[in-house]
């Protein structure tokens, strides 16, 4: 019988890869830019990655620190990519 996570690591894959579908579709009519690009390809391959790897966690097969660094490294290039973003477009983060 499938447990409630292994059903939310499925959910995850199948979410990353409808992103990576439908995003990747309007951004490509929509003539993007390639920042915006990657930044979606690297939302859509988390969820999908995050998805993989706790099955992988659940049934044993990797260590809980090896799906921690990769949470970590993919964290921390997204926030990294946020902060370019939002510099290029001249965001100030100030109230409305």
Not at 34 to 55: C, D, N, P, Q
Not at 61 to 73: F, K, M, P, Q, S
């Amino acid at each position: 019988m499938i447990s409630g996570g292994e059903i939310a690591s499925y959910l995850a894959i199948a979410m990353g890869i409808v992103y990576l579908i439908v995003e990747l579709r309007s951004k490509r009519l929509a003539q993007r830019d390639k920042i915006s690009m990657i930044f979606t390809i690297e939302v859509g391959a988390y969820l999908i990655i995050v998805g993989i790897l706790a099955l992988l966690l659940r049934q044993g097969r990797i260590d809980a620190g090896l799906y921690a660094a990769v949470i970590w490294v993919f964290a921390l290039t997204l926030l990294l990519m946020f902060i370019y973003i939002i510099e290029k477009k001249g965001t100030k983060g100030r109230p409305t």
